[in-house]
């Protein structure tokens, strides 16, 4: 499977996976640039993972539900394509040439697969298992997705970024980062250099921190994205996931922590953070 990032509005990222021939697209907010993406491959749309109900997630969900299934361009039509597969004994999928998942608990625009915490079932040979993230929107979903004998990606939307992080619940974190180190997280905004000089005034001293910054910055005057990053880079830099680092703690104390807990940290990096 190859991975790409298709660029929308200002910052997002609508992450697309393919085999040569069929798509998976996630979050995607702009129709237009996934077509042009498509057509420009030869490749059929077979899915759409959503992650939240927001706009710039799900704005393009209703034009792009009329090429699910479709011919590739170019290709000859009426050829099908592989229906998911639930796991686990969940009820099928209907063989539709096409489905949208999306999160069970949140409003969406057109009819979806309702997904949430357990969920898990195979596309296109991707074993797919969504978690439950709730925090910048309550519904909020991610989806690990994983290609056998590969590393798995993680399609997080607005939860973790790269060394940073949307509104999260407690627990979410943790869930997160307790995830294999070698996870690809696929977040859904290149925020990551705004992120990182953010996480360097919380950490400064943090050596690994330091050397990521670089290496972004370099990335980013190539004009290459920065993602997706991995779990275990996340662990090292992203101050979210470090809420009981000594330095990442005693930051947190001088802007207010009630105490050194990682509740207590957390939540004042995120107010932190808003202000920042």
Sequence with gaps: MDLIAIPAFADNLIWMLHDGRQ?????????????????????????????????????????????????????????????????????????????????????MPIEVIKVSEGTRFDLLGLDVRVLDVPGHTAGHVAYVVTE??????????????????????????????????????????????????????????????????ARCQALRAEGTWTLPSTIATEREVNPFLRAREPEVAASALAHGAASTAAPDVFATLREWKNTF
Excluded: M
């Design 148 to 213: 056998a004998g590969k590393a798995p990606w993680l399609f997080c939307g607005d939860t973790l970024f790269s060394a940073g992080c949307g509104r999260l619940f407690e627990g979410t974190p943790g869930k997160l980062a307790a995830l294999p180190g070698e996870t690809r997280v696929c977040c859904a905004h290149e925020y990551t250099l705004a992120n990182l000089r953010f996480a360097r005034t919380v950490e400064p001293h943090n050596a690994a921190l330091a050397a990521y910054e």
């Design 23 to 107: 798509a998976i697209v996630v979050d995607p907010g702009a129709a237009a640039p996934v077509a042009d993406a498509l057509r420009e491959r030869g490749l059929r749309l077979a899915a759409i993972l959503v992650t939240h109900h927001h706009a710039d997630h799900i704005g393009g969900l209703r034009e792009l539900s009329g090429l699910l299934g479709g011919p590739a361009a170019g290709a000859a039509p009426g050829r099908s394509q592989e229906s998911p597969r639930p796991l686990g004994g969940t009820a099928p999928y209907p063989a539709t040439g096409g489905c949208i998942f999306g999160p069970a608990h949140e409003r």
